[in-house]
């Protein structure tokens, strides 16, 4: 298993996972927009792969993602931790 902070090209893998639900309301949408507003950060925001997967098109094993102020250095808060195979993803 890999753990690393995603790229610019992993943004189109992560948001599958980000549908919203009953234990977290985020959506792809509002994901992007807090990445656009500075809340959510790209090194902020990571995801977990089987070894050999990288750079693939399909969606991360999961994806972990931390927020904070615009003006903050450093995340503040775990916002949300998914697992592809919770959303059928896997």
Known sequence: MI?????????????????GDAA???????????LQNGEYR????????EAGEEDTSNPPVAVANWWS?????????LDGLVAAAARGLR
Do not use: N, Y
């Open 69 to 77: 102020s615009p003006q903050d250095s450093l995340p503040s808060a």
């Open 3 to 19: 753990f690393r902070p995603v790229g610019a090209s992993d943004l189109v893998r992560v948001t599958p996972l980000l549908t």
């Open 42 to 49: 790209a090194e902020s925001t990571w995801i977990a792969e």
């Open 24 to 34: 977290s309301a985020l959506t792809a949408d509002q994901f992007r927009r807090r």
